[in-house]
């Protein structure tokens, strides 16, 4: 039961990331994707309907995390108490970007907003990573659960104590960073023609190689810092088709963005996003909070919720996932296609 | 300031409160505008479908700043009450994680179709929608409360060996009985809201010779909804709410009520200040032997004091919590006589042209919010020492490791942030309103071509 929640929590984490990903993405090109006005609201127009739908992901997949692993919740959310309140902040104003620009006619205030929606973007698509490179650094946790980390010391994962943010969970930042640009950049390009949908891809190509370049890096760096996380697929072989899920989701971006086949590079993409995430997950299991001493590593038996709890959520939980599959495939299906303006809302 | 207990409530009020404003209103309004549409789909009267639409605009905007208002304080439980977090969260996290699963998603899908699928998925898809909104929002409040009544009265656990508390009653969390009373007179406070908002506004637009036919549709939605919400809130809900305090939390009713000394004849405070250090109240206007008859009917009954209550078990902050109940209690008695007079006028058809009910019902505009507001102050202040009614205390429930000076950062960036936010916001009400139903204005593109 324990192994299913921790399942079910990484696979709404990861659908918050291919989802949130693309307009979080899209937030960060959009400022050279799009040259005019016209474009710039096209690109919102793009992911208007469905960017808040996208974000409840995480919101509901830290539900679900806090009600399988209550431990986890407090233990994380407190030691990472100063990043995650500026994620909060970082998400309001982002929120606030996408829905307020358009109410307000006056080019000043739209390129407020434009570039809130960038900043918010951005630094979210870096922290996003940072926190993934923090619980694969493993934090300071003491016997009672607990650890509180500094935003930053000295840059050093191997320091004691170390903080949020050092040079290896930055690097992971840019690695998300980059991939979720490229991501974005497929999305727009799936929903958007001609000038747009051609600057679309050249962000995406160009964005390729510098991903290209902080994969490798990152997966050297990720075995250096914390070498255990090879131990799991020495354990179970199996578990290698996951980073070439990766691999072949890396190669197919490039391959469909030449050959100009936007639906197939943007599902390229995902795959990628997809096996980058579930590696570094199967990697970590049965550990979902490693900690600098192993042995106050909260894992999914010591900080799981009661049997009976987990056994009851399931039954809700399965059925409220089966109306959310329903209700994203309805709302894509409705507003599926090329963005044109004039089908906007009020 | 000096400890992160303190700082980690202001900051947890401060953010709630906030929050709150926001839901308050779309959850009144997601059914008056499903009201509104629904008018319409009846009788196909396009004023309706336009004053819903433009109804639709003011709930779009506020229920953007619920949403990202309301992010926070998902996140705080595990921030700041980390121990609370552990303690309860096999319970309180079933409630939450729900809200997610259930109303959230649900929410965003049609918010999402409500506002930009008129056009292309017609007029039913939109009416269905604009249910759909009204049962999402609605769904979200009773998570929250039913999360809120287990912190006030705790149902469906063990305890186990280790100190430690489990869930054993899913269905017992779900249909806590506290969540009745509470949800009914929540849910009310929220038509209230929306009722109030959607009055005075009409009549801002009436005595301002501005959107009249609108404004006189507003008139007439609002009073009717206004009147029978502010009853509602008096008879059945506000009544078992108080008999449920008194019954489950004798020492918050003695507190709110102002109520010192045991006494068989306990007077009912109306107006008057309690003095702490002499246990009594200053300047007093009472109903003699007035609580003991609410409580117990014309033969009255004994009614506990403060003084009944170990000191280590009264509410933390008794004066406020006094000054939040009275408060409620009595804009809430104001806004059933206000509503009961513009409702015999619209009966007699005198509202629309006397103005001095029309700038009643205008200014009254922000009332509901402060009553609301006092009302959840009355609530939670009531339910201090206590985090979880009798399990756990406040003081025991936050982060062990982080320090008040992280936490009043953050109260500082949120305090900057949100001040920023309430200018934005009334900035786009205040252009909404000017805008008024038939805003034509150069944002929306093609309302013009929504009207097919």
């Known amino acids: 039961m324990d192994t299913f929640w921790f399942i079910a929590v990484a696979l709404m984490i990861t659908l918050y990331v291919l989802l949130d990903g693309f307009d979080l993405g899209a937030g960060t ?19 208007g309907p469905v960017w808040d739908g996208n974000e409840v992901w995480l919101i509901a997949g830290g539900g679900t995390l806090f009600f399988a692993f209550p431990i986890l919740y407090a233990s994380s959310f407190s030691g990472f108490y100063l990043p995650l309140i500026i994620v909060l902040w970082l998400l309001i104003i982002r929120g606030l970007s996408i829905e307020l620009r358009g109410h307000i006619n006056d080019p000043l205030w739209a390129s407020f907003w434009d570039g809130m929606f960038f900043i918010g973007s951005t630094l979210l698509a870096i922290f996003f990573g940072a926190a993934l490179g923090n619980v694969v650094r493993g934090v300071p946790l003491d016997e009672d659960g607990y650890f509180f980390q500094p935003l930053w010391t000295d840059f ?11 040079w290896y969970t930055v690097l992971m930042g840019l690695l998300a960073l980059t991939t979720l640009v490229v991501h974005g950049a497929n999305y727009i390009a799936v929903k958007t023609e001609n000038r747009l ?41 199996y578990g290698y088709v996951l980073p ?13 963005n030449v050959r100009e086949r936007d639906r197939e590079a943007f599902l390229a993409s995902s795959a990628y996003i997809v096996g980058m995430l579930t590696s570094t997950v199967f990697a970590v299991y049965p550990r979902v909070l490693p900690a600098v001493n192993p042995e106050n590593s909260l894992t999914i038996t010591n900080a799981a919720a009661s049997d009976y709890g987990q056994a009851v959520g399931l039954i809700w939980w399965s059925i409220g996932m089966v109306l959310a599959v329903v209700y994203f495939v309805v709302i894509y299906r409705l507003f599926r296609g090329k963005v044109r303006l004039e089908d906007e809302g009020y | 300031m000096e ?21 308050m209103l779309t959850m009144g309004l997601a059914l008056l505008i499903f009201v509104l549409k629904s008018v319409y789909m009846r009788g196909r009267n396009d004023l309706y479908n336009r004053a819903a639409r433009f109804w639709g605009k003011i709930f779009a905007v506020t229920f953007v700043f619920g949403v990202v208002t309301g992010i926070p304080l998902e996140f705080q439980f595990g921030t700041n009450w980390a121990a609370f977090s552990a303690f309860t969260g096999d319970i309180i996290a079933q409630t939450l994680a729900m809200e997610g699963a259930f109303a959230f998603f649900l929410e965003s899908a049609f918010v999402g179709l409500f506002l930009f699928g008129e056009r292309r998925f017609g007029q039913r898809l939109h009416w269905f929608s604009s249910l759909m909104v009204f049962l999402g929002t609605w ?3 009773y998570f929250i409360i039913t999360t809120n009544a287990w912190m006030q009265n705790p149902v469906g656990y063990r305890v186990l060996e280790n ?5 054993n009653d899913y269905w017992a969390v779900l249909l806590n009985p506290w969540m009745f009373a509470q949800y009914a007179h929540n849910m009310g406070g929220a038509v209230v809201c929306g009722a109030f908002v959607m009055a005075g506004l009409g009549a801002f637009y009436v005595l301002s010779g501005r959107h009249v036919e609108y404004g006189r549709i507003f008139l007439k939605v609002g009073v009717i909804a206004g009147a029978l919400s502010s009853l509602w809130m008096l008879f059945p809900t506000g009544h078992f709410s108080s008999d449920q305090v008194a019954e489950h939390q004798p020492v ?8 010192f000394q045991t006494d068989r004849e306990a007077d009912l405070v109306f107006i008057g200040q309690p003095d702490m250090e002499k246990m009594e109240i200053d300047n007093p206007i009472v109903l003699p032997g007035g609580l003991s008859i609410l409580l117990y009917g014309p033969a009255g009954g004994e009614v506990k004091g403060l003084e009944g209550f170990p000191e280590k078990n009264w509410p933390d902050n008794i004066p406020l919590l006094y000054y939040s109940y009275h408060v409620m209690v009595g804009l809430g008695t104001f806004f059933i006589g206000i509503m009961f007079l513009a409702a015999f006028m619209l009966w007699r058809g005198w509202l629309y042209t006397f103005r001095p009910m029309l700038w009643v019902l205008m200014l009254a505009i922000p009332f509901p919010f402060i009553a609301n507001t006092a009302g959840w102050l009355t609530a939670e202040l009531g339910r201090q020492p206590w985090l979880a009614y009798g399990l756990m205390r406040t003081s025991e429930g936050v982060s062990p490791l982080v320090s008040s000076g992280n936490v009043l950062f953050t109260l500082i960036g949120f305090a900057g942030v949100y001040l920023i936010m309430g200018l934005l916001y009334i900035v786009l009400m205040v252009r909404e309103v000017g805008h008024g139903p038939e805003g034509e204005h150069e944002t929306l593109e093609n309302t013009e071509n929504l009207t097919a």
């Open chain 1, 29 to 47: 090109i959009h400022l050279f994707a799009a040259k005019n006005e016209q474009e710039r609201r096209t690109i919102l127009r793009a992911i």
């Open chain 1, 156 to 166: 050093s994962p191997f320091s004691e104590p170390s903080g949020i943010l050092d």
């Open chain 1, 197 to 237: 949908n051609a600057r679309s891809r050249r962000i995406s190509r160009f964005a390729w190689v510098a991903l290209v370049v902080l994969t490798v890096l990152g997966t050297i760096a990720t075995f250096w810092v914390s070498p255990w996380m090879l131990e799991s697929f020495g354990a179970r072989p």
């Open chain 1, 244 to 256: 070439l899920v990766a691999v072949a989701g890396l190669i197919g971006m490039i391959v469909f």
């Open chain 2, 3 to 23: 400890d992160a207990l303190t700082v980690s409530r202001l900051q947890f009020a401060f953010t709630v409160t906030y929050h709150y404003l926001f839901p």
């Open chain 2, 139 to 141: 769904a979200s409040g």
């Open chain 2, 163 to 167: 100190g430690n508390i489990e869930l």
């Open chain 2, 252 to 259: 918050a009713l003695a507190a709110m009520e102002g109520h």
